[in-house]
């Protein structure tokens, strides 16, 4: 099979999406071609079927047929051939949509029509099950343009279900309420629409919230009523209150959205927070907020008051004890550690931001804050679990978003810092 770094073909070299990464390859007649992030590919002489080469993830091969034969799956082990009956969760016709006419999988792949490869370029897994749809099922295309993520779900049920060609064909010409249904869904016109609004999947953890969005009733009510993205209705399935609070319900219709339905939960949760620490309720004022922008006014004014604290009195508010400690992740010249309750609320009062109400969790060892001071001043937050440290959020002064600049150098920090060991 391929192997990296073999010499590019001089028909390919000088093509520019050939040269321009080796992340992985396509190997034709003992030849390596750089493909973008395919696995390994050898493509038989016949042009039947192609092979890929999953050993380094998987532990075997794939092996696909050519699409007027139904592009059948096997898996390959050793000299062990057998049926592959598992959604295949790899992906690699993004990149052979768009080899060079002088790739030799052209030959394998011309026969797949270009709509049904710019329709499943769209998708970042599932893509060989909607394809075998499509080929033993071509009236399912009818689905592309207005609901082509029903026509995905539809194919990735059909392969975890292995169902027969013969069935396919029949359940593809079914009305689109009653294919929902067969999904797990609700038989309805509502739900159909829902699924209009909805962004391509990119995990399996998004098809499971997603077929428990299309079999909860309260769920499509929701998206009946407003222009809903999928976020917000899996905030409100892990948030339920969101459903009666006025600035959730603005920010899911266009006329009336301000920053936008994920704001809300995170406002939500640290104007209650700031206010618990100012000894008040802040509850009737968080229910006469009519949007995100308002409820966020509301957070920046329990947070100025919260500064104007005196300093012994906010420390003995978030705890009694204001070292937190040596920090698991060196700081450096640019990114210093925040040592202390009092370092941190200055920290907030500064860059304008309530970075100074998470000291608990600073003391409890969740989370930690540093100064970043360059390339952008920010404050930075890291988790650490299991032994990792993770970036968990990185903003500039009034909680801007930092450039992408920023972004790279804080990681390239966290990259090149080992944990040192917590203290007793």
């Not at 300093?311 to 978030?318: A, G, I, M």
Request: proline share 7%.
């Amino acid at each position: 099979m391929g192997q990296r770094g073999g010499m590019i073909p001089r028909s390919a070299r000088g093509d520019p999406y050939m040269r321009r990464t080796t992340d992985s390859t396509f190997t034709d007649s003992g030849v390596t071609w750089p493909v973008r992030h395919a696995h390994a590919a050898r493509r038989d002489p016949s042009g039947a079927r192609v092979s890929f080469d999953l050993r380094s993830t998987l532990g075997y091969m794939l092996r696909i047929g050519a699409w007027d034969t139904g592009m059948k799956v096997e898996r390959v082990l050793g000299a062990v051939v057998r049926p592959e009956a598992q959604p295949v969760r790899a992906q690699f016709f993004r990149e052979l949509g768009m080899l060079p006419d002088s790739h030799p999988l052209r030959h394998w792949v011309d026969p797949i029509p270009a709509s049904a490869l710019t329709y499943v370029a769209s998708f970042d897994f599932g893509q060989l099950e909607a394809l075998r749809l499509l080929q033993v099922a071509p009236q399912a295309g009818d689905l592309i343009p207005t609901n082509p993520l029903l026509l995905w779900l539809v194919a990735w049920t059909m392969a975890e279900q292995s169902t027969p060609p013969d069935d396919a064909r029949e359940i593809a010409s079914w009305k689109r309420r009653d294919l929902v249904e067969w999904c797990g869904g609700i038989n309805s016109k509502t739900c159909v629409r829902m699924l209009e609004k909805f962004d391509p999947p990119t995990s399996t953890f998004w098809i499971d919230h997603l077929r428990r969005q299309i079999a909860d009733a309260d769920t499509i009510a929701l998206s009946a009523q407003r222009a809903t993205p999928f976020t917000a209705t899996y905030l409100v399935r892990q948030q339920p209150e969101l459903r009666e609070l006025a600035a959730f319900r603005a920010e899911l219709n266009d006329a009336t959205k301000t920053l936008g339905p994920d704001r809300v939960p995170g406002l939500l949760r640290d104007a209650r927070r700031i206010a618990e620490l100012l000894e008040t309720s802040a509850e009737q004022s968080i229910s006469d907020c009519p949007n995100a922008e308002s409820l966020q006014t509301l957070h920046d004014r329990l947070l100025t008051d919260l500064y104007a604290i005196n300093p012994p009195k906010l420390r003995e508010l978030s705890r009694r004890s204001a070292s937190f400690g040596r920090s698991p992740v060196r700081g450096t010249p640019d990114i210093e550690p925040i040592k202390s309750t009092l370092e941190l609320l200055a920290e907030g009062q500064l860059m304008g931001h309530c970075c100074g109400m998470y000291a608990d969790q600073v003391l409890d060892k969740e989370i930690y804050f540093y100064r970043l001071l360059r390339p952008q001043r920010a404050t930075l937050q890291v988790a650490v679990s299991k032994g990792y440290a993770c970036l968990s959020e990185l903003k500039l002064r009034y909680n801007e978003e930092p450039s992408d600049q920023t972004y790279e150098f804080t990681r390239a920090w966290l990259r090149s810092r080992r944990l040192t060991p917590k203290p007793k």
